[in-house]
């Protein structure tokens, strides 16, 4: 096993008592002490209609995200393609591509980040069929790479700006499905593990086996997403675990409403079937002490066969959560940048 490397998904998610504003300045500071402790990327995702998430608009954020930081790369995970016109997208992330060369990330996924109704009004002609969204991909690397079929209307057609490069596509899968499309088209691949923690080391598996090399990328390249937390204190761990017990079931109700008070959460008694999805969502995350978290991430790498974890972090507290990071990155090895 090569040396892992830690990366950051923050859904910029709006703490009990915080605002817009708070939180996505506290994503900005998030990322810089990322990207001086060594981390390798900072992802920020795509969500609509949801009240306690400010990330709806990634291409936004990350121009933002582009000016506070230095040397992490800087990408979405993702940006929702069925919402969006393949051209527009390739002309934001080229832009943001001019912007820090060599920095950007394009994840992309299939899932609307959010409602039906509000993926509808987003774009009325979304068809959620996997034929369109396996169209867009094609689309979208025609667009990136200035090398269309000759013939077809993609040689008038240009994404503008064109700079010297170009971002990396990211296809992400909680389920398997885009891992099929990410060979194909020989793109880079993320296991949403931190949703579905069932199945992913076989879906990277088939992944490689199946991977064919493209224009962009020689040789298969993965990673995966896991919910982390980690304290010195105990109590901080244990407080973590059961307010993220609570949160998941209530994101699988449907629920947005923000939460309760940890003493109200700990009071909670679940029901025989709630329970059973209680036990089910603690394999979506990882909590302990800095060992106990580097050991079980370690061997989450070695399961998957990658070298890369990416970790979200959702908590009470801002400090507590630049804490969790902080020691993670120490847990690793990270090596600090200047």
Not at 77 to 83: E, H
Request: charged share 20%; aromatic share 8%.
């Amino acid at each position: 096993m090569k040396q892992i490397k830690l990366s950051v998904l923050d859904q910029s998610v709006i703490r009990t008592g915080s605002n817009v504003r708070e939180t996505l300045l506290e994503t900005m500071a998030l990322a810089q002490m990322a990207d001086k402790l060594g981390y390798s990327r900072f992802w920020v995702s795509e969500h609509h209609n949801i009240a306690t998430i400010a990330g709806s608009t990634p291409e936004v954020l990350l121009a933002f995200l582009t000016a506070h930081t230095e040397y992490i790369r800087l990408g979405s995970a993702g940006v929702m393609l069925p919402n969006h016109s393949s051209l527009k997208v390739a002309e934001n992330f080229r832009m943001l591509e001019a912007l820090a060369p060599g920095r950007i990330d394009l994840g992309v996924g299939r899932a609307p980040g959010g409602d039906r109704l509000t993926a509808r009004i987003l774009n009325p002609q979304n068809t959620f069929s996997d034929k369109d969204f396996v169209q867009q991909i094609m689309d979208l690397q025609h667009f990136l790479t200035d090398h269309a079929p000759e013939g077809t209307l993609y040689e008038k057609v240009k994404a503008m700006p064109q700079a010297e490069t170009a971002p990396p596509i990211w296809l992400l899968t909680s389920s398997g499905g885009s891992a099929s499309v990410a060979a194909h088209f020989g793109t880079a691949l993320s296991f949403a593990h931190f949703i579905n923690p069932s199945g992913g080391p076989e879906v990277v598996h088939q992944y490689r086996e199946t991977f064919r090399p493209s224009e962009t990328l020689s040789a298969p390249l993965a990673n995966f997403g896991i919910f982390a937390f980690t304290s010195e204190n105990p109590e901080a761990v244990e407080r973590w675990q059961t307010i993220m017990d609570y949160r998941l079931l209530q994101i699988e109700r449907g629920s947005d409403a923000a939460l309760p008070s940890y003493e109200a959460i700990r009071e909670q008694e679940y029901m025989p079937d709630e329970q059973l999805r209680v036990n089910y969502n603690r394999r979506r995350m990882i909590c302990g002490s800095p060992e106990v978290v580097k050991a079980k991430i370690t061997a989450l790498c070695e399961t998957y066969e990658v070298d890369e974890a990416v970790i979200s972090t959702i908590a009470e507290h801002a400090d507590e959560r630049m804490e969790s990071f902080r020691l993670l990155a120490k847990a690793f090895g990270l090596t600090p940048r200047n």
